[in-house]
């Protein structure tokens, strides 16, 4: 079916059947995939068709997009009610199709608290704004009837009214800011995309997710890939843009697959393609996977990339609005920033306004990971404290453990210590900080990582993926890289943090492009903060108890309850103690890997300096 | 280093290729289509890319050894993956790596001799919650320990 007119796609819309009176959702993120969520589905949908025939069909378990608690997935939800599950198994599938789906009471045993069954004071969801990620656990990814059913394209058919001037003035007066990493005025790369001269002109969406430690753009391309596609059409009207791409990570097929299969709907219903509704606006819009190269997530490096070439950025003094893909103006943004464009041109820009921080309206959807109680994603108001987001929805650190820093911005981010927690996450606060807000990637250390050690991760990533063009990244980062190796296996010299902080200063000051510049700030964020650390390193002491060998491991018998948890870990058979007495550690047994560390949930392992000739 | 394939099927590359459009913008398409199906770029598959896009041959070369989807060696039939993500990393992928290269027989980036089993890395596969993580071709296996992982072998 096609539309010719918006008139005959409103009377679609307002014909839709509803959808079943009750629906399960199993969570279809990253996370819970991983843990078996298609099974679940199989096993759900399975039940629902032997229990009662007549309704099955009503009954469908679909997967939808993230619901955020990955620590916790398998996650099952349930509409119109609202039961969250967590930790759902096989075995459950058939109480909760009878309890549940048939019946709609609650599995109590399933829900993180059996009197809050639909997780409604949950402090991982309580903190959170749920904008970009409304959908998510509302509607299956792949049916266009869901979307619209949840004011779909509702932002399409006003734009198509009040015109592209109109819908042009609401994203620049809202103020919204690029969600991929650098936070620059949307409204400003609108403008003069829309000034600029040439044709056609392009739209690109930038779903070329590399930071480690991230999957926001991975769970809105796989959780509501419509919405994606909307802002995109939104935006090319606004502009002028014929012609647009998705430029989808390599290492992220379902991310593909949805939304091409969204895009090839939208093509049949005539909301993209020629003429779309009968308006005389033309608008293409087809999918790139990429070949899995960091770098290609910066801006001239993907548009090389979509030309058929290396993904080599190059020097900006063209801006890519004017001359970008094929020399032609340019409009990208990434995802994210997309999702936001129907929100805005529905509601307006003084309604997103009213949301986040003044100057960084909108809301973030963050990746909360590393040594942190629940990982997830977290979707929070611009502008919310950090500690809100580590403390409250990620539950602090684990048993045993204290809070070391917080890593923001992915690898070319940097690393903030626990005084900074009482920083708002915004574009400006935390570039102040000596890090950035990237794309939204959150990390938490605790006492057992090593900062130099975390440095050395992100130095390794860096020269791995340095395209190579410009010598202060190619070559500057693998001196770094040198430099803090040997600082990890006890091969430190006295001068090695000063020199590091030149070389750093360096590479910032001449590489060629942004990820260039920004891939000194692993570095310099952890000397600024944590340079005990490196001058401890020096001397070869790791306090963390990561780098081997750097460390002797002490138990205090005081702390230490016997509960034997270091024994079956150590190696080298090191430890020793009778059952419910403290342990003690042979010095000369001991290999320094700090797998007891680890294993101690009593904070009875610590870490000493090694005495020389020991 | 290229390698030719002495069995080349010259007839199924054309099955692959043919659908995709000649022209340049192509290059990567084309390439990862071929490495889809062969799991490596041959040789003589790269320099029918160059004819029929009609661009030089070092440049299909300059692009394939860019891109880490592809590869210019032939990889295993099974391959093994470690995410090394942050999130990854701070809970222990590289002693994941290192009991993975030790009861393969193989260090990481590399297939073993009978072409069955290969060991590579990623970034990021965007599961951290579940971190570490193991993939066996595609299958994503969580909060993985050395024991895991020598069950997985």
Redesign the interface.
Same mark, same amino acid.
């Given at each position: 079916m096609r539309f010719s007119t918006p008139q005959d796609f409103n009377q679609y819309i307002s014909s839709l059947p509803p959808s079943a009176a009750r629906r399960l959702w199993v969570c279809g993120g990253p996370g819970c995939l991983a843990q078996g969520a298609e099974k679940l589905l199989l096993a759900l949908r399975n039940e629902a068709s032997k229990t009662n025939k007549d309704v099955s069909c009503q009954l469908l378990a679909v997967p939808t997009g993230c619901l955020g608690l990955c620590e916790r997935g398998p996650m099952v939800a349930c509409q119109p009610e609202g039961y969250v599950y967590e930790k759902v198994k096989i075995e459950d599938a058939q109480e909760i199709v009878v309890e549940t789906l048939i019946s709609g009471r609650p599995v109590s045993r399933l829900c993180q608290d059996p009197k809050d069954p639909t997780a409604s004071n949950h402090p991982f969801y309580l903190p959170q704004k749920r904008l970009i990620m409304r959908r998510f656990g509302r509607i299956n990814p792949d049916s266009f009837e869901d979307y619209l059913r949840t004011s779909g394209y509702e932002a399409l058919l006003s734009a198509l009214s009040i015109g592209p001037l109109e819908v042009f003035s609401r994203v620049e007066n809202s103020g919204l800011r690029g969600r991929g990493g650098g936070g620059f005025p949307a409204g400003r790369k609108w403008r003069a995309c829309k000034d600029a001269i040439g044709a056609p002109k392009y739209v690109l969406a930038n779903g070329d997710e590399g930071d480690p430690g991230a999957f926001m753009n991975r769970s809105l391309m796989e959780g509501d890939p419509f919405s994606i596609i909307e802002g995109m059409t939104l935006g090319a009207y606004a502009v002028g843009a014929s012609m647009g791409y998705i430029y989808v990570r390599h290492e992220y097929p379902l991310s593909v697959e949805r939304l091409k299969l969204a895009i090839k709907t939208a093509e049949n219903f005539g909301l993209l393609g020629d003429d779309i509704l009968g308006t005389g606006f033309n608008f293409n819009l087809s999918v790139i996977e990429g070949g899995g190269a960091f770098v290609c997530g910066e801006s001239t490096a993907l548009m090389a990339s979509i030309e058929g070439r290396e993904g080599q950025p190059r020097v900006k003094y063209v801006r890519s609005v004017e001359r970008g893909l094929w020399e032609k103006p340019t409009l990208l943004q990434n995802v994210e920033s997309w999702a936001n464009i129907p929100l805005i041109v529905q509601h307006g820009s003084e309604w997103f306004k009213q949301i986040g921080a003044p100057n960084n309206p909108g809301t973030k959807i963050f990746s909360l990971v590393g040594q942190v109680k629940r990982s997830g994603l977290a979707e929070m108001p611009l502008g919310s404290i950090i500690r809100t987001l580590v403390e409250d929805v990620g539950g602090g650190p684990q048993k045993g453990r204290t809070l070391k820093a917080v890593q923001t911005g992915g690898p070319s981010g940097g690393c903030l210590p626990t005084s900074a927690l009482d920083l708002p996450l915004d574009f400006d606060s935390l570039p102040e900080a000596g890090t950035i807000m990237g794309s939204g990637g959150l990390i938490v250390m605790d006492n057992l990582s090593c900062m130099v050690d975390v440095a050395r991760y992100f130095t390794l990533f860096l020269k791995n993926e340095s395209c190579g063009k410009c010598l202060p990244c190619r070559e500057g980062l693998e001196v770094a890289f040198n430099i803090l190796d040997d600082l990890c296996c006890g091969r430190g010299q006295t001068g090695h943090s000063d020199l590091l902080v030149n070389l750093a200063q360096g590479i910032q000051d001449s590489a060629l492009c942004g990820l260039g510049q920004s891939a000194a700030n692993p570095v310099l964020s952890t000397i600024r903060y944590f340079r005990e650390e490196y001058l401890e390193h020096e001397e070869g002491f790791c306090r963390a108890g990561r780098c081997q060998g750097l460390f002797l491991v002490k138990i205090d018998r005081d702390k230490c309850n016997g509960c034997g948890a270091c024994q079956p870990v150590c190696p080298a058979g090191a430890i020793t103690g009778r059952e419910r007495e403290p342990r003690t550690v042979k010095v000369e047994k001991c290999l320094g890997c700090g797998a007891c560390l680890t294993a101690c949930r009593f904070r009875a392992a610590s870490t000493e300096r090694k005495v020389a000739g020991v | 280093m290229l390698v030719n394939t002495p069995d080349f099927d010259k007839l199924a590359l054309g099955e692959i290729l043919d659908p995709i459009e000649s022209q340049? /913008?192509? =290059?990567?398409?084309m !390439?990862?289509a071929i490495e889809g199906r062969y799991r490596y770029l041959p040789k003589e598959a790269m320099v029918e890319v160059a004819l029929r896009l009609k661009i030089p041959k070092s @440049?299909v070369f *300059? +692009?394939a050894n860019?891109?880490? /989807? =592809?590869s210019l060696t032939p990889k295993g039939e099974r391959i093994f993956t470690v995410c090394?993500?942050? /999130? &990854?990393? !701070? @809970?222990g992928a590289p002693s994941l790596i290192a009991s993975l290269e030790k009861a393969l027989g193989i260090s990481l980036g590399q297939c073993s001799k009978d072409g069955r089993n290969g060991l590579e890395s +990623?970034? &990021?596969?965007? *599961? &951290? *919650?579940? /971190?570490p +993580?193991v993939t066996v071709d595609?299958e +994503?296996?969580?909060a993985m320990t050395a024991k895991k992982v020598s069950e997985l072998i």
């Amino acid at each position: 079916m096609r539309f010719s007119t918006p008139q005959d796609f409103n009377q679609y819309i307002s014909s839709l059947p509803p959808s079943a009176a009750r629906r399960l959702w199993v969570c279809g993120g990253p996370g819970c995939l991983a843990q078996g969520a298609e099974k679940l589905l199989l096993a759900l949908r399975n039940e629902a068709s032997k229990t009662n025939k007549d309704v099955s069909c009503q009954l469908l378990a679909v997967p939808t997009g993230c619901l955020g608690l990955c620590e916790r997935g398998p996650m099952v939800a349930c509409q119109p009610e609202g039961y969250v599950y967590e930790k759902v198994k096989i075995e459950d599938a058939q109480e909760i199709v009878v309890e549940t789906l048939i019946s709609g009471r609650p599995v109590s045993r399933l829900c993180q608290d059996p009197k809050d069954p639909t997780a409604s004071n949950h402090p991982f969801y309580l903190p959170q704004k749920r904008l970009i990620m409304r959908r998510f656990g509302r509607i299956n990814p792949d049916s266009f009837e869901d979307y619209l059913r949840t004011s779909g394209y509702e932002a399409l058919l006003s734009a198509l009214s009040i015109g592209p001037l109109e819908v042009f003035s609401r994203v620049e007066n809202s103020g919204l800011r690029g969600r991929g990493g650098g936070g620059f005025p949307a409204g400003r790369k609108w403008r003069a995309c829309k000034d600029a001269i040439g044709a056609p002109k392009y739209v690109l969406a930038n779903g070329d997710e590399g930071d480690p430690g991230a999957f926001m753009n991975r769970s809105l391309m796989e959780g509501d890939p419509f919405s994606i596609i909307e802002g995109m059409t939104l935006g090319a009207y606004a502009v002028g843009a014929s012609m647009g791409y998705i430029y989808v990570r390599h290492e992220y097929p379902l991310s593909v697959e949805r939304l091409k299969l969204a895009i090839k709907t939208a093509e049949n219903f005539g909301l993209l393609g020629d003429d779309i509704l009968g308006t005389g606006f033309n608008f293409n819009l087809s999918v790139i996977e990429g070949g899995g190269a960091f770098v290609c997530g910066e801006s001239t490096a993907l548009m090389a990339s979509i030309e058929g070439r290396e993904g080599q950025p190059r020097v900006k003094y063209v801006r890519s609005v004017e001359r970008g893909l094929w020399e032609k103006p340019t409009l990208l943004q990434n995802v994210e920033s997309w999702a936001n464009i129907p929100l805005i041109v529905q509601h307006g820009s003084e309604w997103f306004k009213q949301i986040g921080a003044p100057n960084n309206p909108g809301t973030k959807i963050f990746s909360l990971v590393g040594q942190v109680k629940r990982s997830g994603l977290a979707e929070m108001p611009l502008g919310s404290i950090i500690r809100t987001l580590v403390e409250d929805v990620g539950g602090g650190p684990q048993k045993g453990r204290t809070l070391k820093a917080v890593q923001t911005g992915g690898p070319s981010g940097g690393c903030l210590p626990t005084s900074a927690l009482d920083l708002p996450l915004d574009f400006d606060s935390l570039p102040e900080a000596g890090t950035i807000m990237g794309s939204g990637g959150l990390i938490v250390m605790d006492n057992l990582s090593c900062m130099v050690d975390v440095a050395r991760y992100f130095t390794l990533f860096l020269k791995n993926e340095s395209c190579g063009k410009c010598l202060p990244c190619r070559e500057g980062l693998e001196v770094a890289f040198n430099i803090l190796d040997d600082l990890c296996c006890g091969r430190g010299q006295t001068g090695h943090s000063d020199l590091l902080v030149n070389l750093a200063q360096g590479i910032q000051d001449s590489a060629l492009c942004g990820l260039g510049q920004s891939a000194a700030n692993p570095v310099l964020s952890t000397i600024r903060y944590f340079r005990e650390e490196y001058l401890e390193h020096e001397e070869g002491f790791c306090r963390a108890g990561r780098c081997q060998g750097l460390f002797l491991v002490k138990i205090d018998r005081d702390k230490c309850n016997g509960c034997g948890a270091c024994q079956p870990v150590c190696p080298a058979g090191a430890i020793t103690g009778r059952e419910r007495e403290p342990r003690t550690v042979k010095v000369e047994k001991c290999l320094g890997c700090g797998a007891c560390l680890t294993a101690c949930r009593f904070r009875a392992a610590s870490t000493e300096r090694k005495v020389a000739g020991v | 280093m290229l390698v030719n394939t002495p069995d080349f099927d010259k007839l199924a590359l054309g099955e692959i290729l043919d659908p995709i459009e000649s022209q340049p /913008a192509n =290059l990567l398409p084309m !390439l990862q289509a071929i490495e889809g199906r062969y799991r490596y770029l041959p040789k003589e598959a790269m320099v029918e890319v160059a004819l029929r896009l009609k661009i030089p041959k070092s @440049r299909v070369f *300059a +692009v394939a050894n860019f891109y880490k /989807a =592809l590869s210019l060696t032939p990889k295993g039939e099974r391959i093994f993956t470690v995410c090394q993500g942050t /999130a &990854c990393h !701070l @809970r222990g992928a590289p002693s994941l790596i290192a009991s993975l290269e030790k009861a393969l027989g193989i260090s990481l980036g590399q297939c073993s001799k009978d072409g069955r089993n290969g060991l590579e890395s +990623v970034n &990021c596969l965007g *599961a &951290c *919650a579940m /971190a570490p +993580v193991v993939t066996v071709d595609g299958e +994503v296996h969580g909060a993985m320990t050395a024991k895991k992982v020598s069950e997985l072998i």
